[in-house]
């Protein structure tokens, strides 16, 4: 009898099964990405992948269009109308996906969750800015100094419901070390086009539709599946065999096979991210040298040494297959209008011998190098390249190249920057050359502020310093990149840094798709088209 | 008897408690887990005050106290990245695991057991020779290059079945199964074979073997003589004498089969316990590493006890030097 009635609930189980399928006319898009979305709350975890999957659900006051330019969003339109007071007018009739309309309450109470214990996204709004609500659809932003740029990562900054939040037990994000699930983790409630109908973290994420969303999309779209897949070659093996119409990212050595496949097309353009070596300039002794009692990198011309002696044409031509723009600044062009003033010097390892002879080390030295293997496109290869080209002007690297969980337990701050010489890519996040400035090139020495936090080497111009501080509050366009432009003299003068490349994107896409690739990497589900 | 499992019951304790001592000592060479949890303008303050609160920062005997006391209470904490109970991952991946470890298990005894057979039957013809041949590659070929080996074939080339995922799963209060789907079912082709291959191949040697061995006997002998038809000999007698051994290693390898699926679950995507380590791993997930190699310590000890329960059931002389060793 047991067994009968097992197999009857079975057959109601298939039977369920077979109805609960989508209907034939539902056009569906299936992604894949390396990586996991780890949570749906939205001020969690600042990473390029989540924000993205999020923004299909969330939305900000603003956003940026395809080419990065700040758009309206949740505001239909902002003023300045006083140096430090900023007033966003908010869209009307605009509902979460719960059904309650969205009102200056949340933008008020998104900019106190956003800024709580446990965000990741704090810095996506001054500290000291109070956001007050003047009606249902207006709000100030009242600010201590002036910011020109105080609106450029309002998109990423999503607006989320007072009550919902407040009704689920998530009114805050959910801190790393929390002890008790979030509601807001597994859950969504934003205003955007798309709603998160399943969210299994690290299998599947299924978005359908928003059909009562208050713009224009134009997505054919009724459906999008995500999934992980961690491994490259499954990964290649999906979208080759049709089960994934989009994939990122796109191993090098597999860009080939895709181009080529009757099936898929690669979707290849430069990424925000930039590449570069950076040196120990801090210490009287660098840790991993054979040079005692001294620092070799204090000396500006074996840093310049260093840089002739890389030959970054090559790097991009062999390393990264051609999938690389060299790169002159700290910085992408895109985001920088006057990148194109400087030019990448060309390798010259003969002068970079002279420079090194001058400075004191005519056999050169041994150094140790950092690199992460499975961070960056090819990080670990580049890194080799680079130690057997330095090998040809006299300077020995030994590399330590390890996983990113043992690379930056190793170089951060929380080690005491225990490197001598690193591998490292950055991409601001505001979009914006002020933050280059002040996390990678501004000096660590004022222990009031964070400037400099992420300096690995300790690079440090007080002059850059101080123009960084003008560039933060300058309003006037022109005179703000002339005064970036200065800035980036000074970095490339002293070569605090070393850059290398801006990597490119590699987006594996099905040719029955029509999707849009913003130099940020986000992929955006409002921009994607299948045929049917 | 009871004096017997209450020892290694005793045993068993310890050696979960050994497991978790040398997790734990090596989860610190894994990485620093902090950097995995936050993004690149973490400010370095609130880095610190993530480890304090997470209790980096404790010696190791306190953090490793810490955890012990919880575990005992069934609170395995909450992971790092998720930000769930691990208790809830865990059991959100395990159906997937142990389905994919059970289809892999009957694909290995089935077609191992019959493989075996054929060959020891017809020791001589060309198929058993080729089937011995394609034994030593499933034996030798790593797991990993099996199942892009199949994907690439399968998936890519010939379109048959899926490269990646589990399909569509039905839920059974909280088991989630993908045995009631088509999509489930292809689904599972592919990881099945690949993880149970190497199983597979054992089992078919070791029957080969046993065959051959008891084919030779006097038994078999007369009962060939007594006239009692060729099948009934081969798969009345002599079968059924080889199958003792071939179950008990079956059994046995049942653990390591859920232990090293994670292999096979990283290829196929496969969402189970396995694949949910190795992204742990890669992350610095502290709790979900130290809960999944407990699991699978525990797992380890229970097949062990109930293989050493069933012996004495099997066979009682076993049951009585057993209880005077007790």
């Known amino acids: ?532 | 008897m009871i004096a017997f499992i209450l020892r290694r019951l005793a045993q068993s304790i310890a050696v979960l408690l050994t497991v978790g001592l040398i997790a734990f000592a090596m989860f610190r060479f894994a990485g620093d887990p902090v950097n995995q949890i936050v993004s690149q303008d973490t400010p370095y303050e609130q880095r610190m005050q993530i480890r304090r609160d997470l209790g980096l920062d404790d010696p190791f005997p306190v953090q490793f106290g810490r955890y012990v006391a919880r575990a005992v209470r069934g609170d395995y904490g909450i992971s790092y990245q998720f930000r769930q109970p691990v208790s809830d991952l865990l059991k959100e991946r395990m159906p997937a695991t142990l389905e994919l470890a059970l289809a892999a298990t009957l694909f290995a005894l089935s077609f191992g057991i019959l493989m075996g057979v054929f060959s020891a039957l017809k020791r001589d013809s060309a198929l058993a020779a080729l089937l011995q041949t394609v034994s030593l590659v499933g034996v030798s070929l790593p797991t990993f290059l099996i199942g892009i080996l199949l994907i690439y074939l399968f998936s890519v080339t010939l379109g048959w079945l899926p490269s990646y995922g589990r399909g569509d799963t039905v839920r059974l209060g909280w088991w989630s199964t993908g045995l009631l789907t088509s999509s489930g079912l292809r689904a599972l082709v592919l990881p099945a074979i690949t993880l149970g291959l190497f199983q597979m191949t054992l089992i078919m040697r070791l029957v080969r073997a046993e065959m051959l061995e008891v084919l030779r006997t006097d038994y078999i002998r007369f009962a060939r003589a007594r006239g009692i038809r060729t099948s009934a000999v081969h798969f009345g007698h002599a079968l059924k004498n080889t199958l003792v051994p071939v179950i008990t290693v079956a059994g046995l390898q049942l653990g390591s089969v859920i232990a090293f699926s994670i292999i096979t679950e990283t290829v196929f995507q496969w969402p189970g316990m396995g694949l949910l380590f190795v992204q742990s791993v890669q992350n610095v997930d502290i709790p979900i590493m130290a809960a999944y190699l407990l699991l699978v310590a525990l797992i380890f000890v229970v097949i062990n006890l109930a293989v050493d329960i069933l012996y004495t059931v099997v066979d009682p002389r076993l049951g009585s030097s057993l209880g005077r060793a007790a």
């Open chain 1, 1 to 532: 009898m047991a067994m009968r009635f097992g197999f009857g609930t079975l057959a109601l189980a298939v039977a369920a099964a077979i109805g609960s399928a989508a209907p034939a006319a539902a056009v569906t898009f299936r992604y894949a990405f390396v990586g996991d979305v780890k949570s749906l709350d939205p001020y969690t975890l600042k990473e390029t992948f989540a924000i993205a999957a999020q923004g299909n659900a969330y939305e900000g006051l603003t956003t940026r269009d395809k080419d990065l330019n700040i758009v309206p969003s949740l505001a239909e339109r902002w003023e300045i109308a006083e140096p430090t007071r900023w007033r966003f007018y908010l869209r009307k009739g605009v509902k979460f996906h719960d059904g309650s309309d969205f009102t200056a309450d949340d933008v008020v109470f998104s900019a106190n969750r956003v800024r709580a214990t446990g965000s990741d996204f704090a810095s996506n709004l001054p500290k000291d800015a109070e956001v007050v609500k003047v009606d249902d659809h207006t709000v100030d932003f009242k600010l201590t100094s002036p910011n020109p740029i105080l609106h450029y990562q309002f998109d990423n900054w999503y607006i989320m419901s007072k009550k919902w939040s407040e009704a689920n037990g998530s009114a805050n994000p959910t801190p790393a070390s929390a002890t008790t699930p979030s509601y807001a983790a597994l859950h969504e409630n934003g205003t955007g086009p798309f709603i998160i109908e399943s969210h299994q973290p690290g299998v599947k994420t299924v978005f359908k539709r928003n059909p009562n969303y208050w713009g224009k999309v134009e997505s054919n779209l009724d459906e999008a599946i995500f999934t992980t897949i961690n491994n490259d070659a499954t990964r290649v093996a999906a979208l080759l065999s049709g089960e994934v119409d989009w994939m990122d990212p796109v191993p090098l050595q597999d860009q080939q096979r895709i181009a080529s496949s009757s099936n898929a097309v690669m979707m290849t353009g430069p990424e925000l991210r930039t590449i570069f070596l950076g040196m120990d300039q801090t210490r009287d002794e660098l840790l991993e040298s054979n040079v005692k009692g001294k620092n070799p990198f204090k000396d500006q011309r074996v840093r310049q040494a260093l840089m002739l002696g890389i030959d970054e044409n090559v790097i991009k031509a062999r390393v990264m297959r051609n999938q690389a723009t060299p790169s002159a600044l700290m910085i992408a062009p895109q985001v920088f209008q006057l990148a194109g003033d400087f030019t990448r010097p060309p390798a010259d390892p003969e002068r970079a011998k002279k420079l090194l002879a001058d400075a004191g080390y005519p056999n050169g030295f041994e150094v140790g190098m950092d690199c992460p293997n499975d961070r960056y496109v090819n990080d670990e290869a580049i890194c080799q390249a680079v130690v057997s080209m330095l090998s040809r002007i006299g300077v020995k690297v030994n590399l330590n190249a390890q996983p990113k969980a043992k690379y930056f337990a190793k170089v951060l701050r929380a080690n005491g920057y225990s490197t001598s010489l690193f591998l490292l890519g950055w991409t601001p996040a505001t979009n914006d050359s002020h933050n280059v400035l002040f996390e990678i090139m501004g000096c660590r020495t004022d222990p009031k502020t964070s400037r400099g936090g992420m300096n690995l080497g300790g690079y440090c111009n007080p002059k850059l310093d101080e123009l960084a501080d003008q560039v933060l509050v300058e309003s006037d366009t022109t005179k703000r990149n002339g005064l970036i432009k200065q800035a980036f003299q000074i970095g490339v003068e002293d070569v605090g840094y070393i850059p290398l490349h801006q990597q490119a994107l590699a987006w594996g896409v099905s040719k029955k798709v029509k999707l849009t690739q913003r130099p940020d990497n986000q992929l955006l589900l409002k921009w994607v088209s299948k045929e049917p």
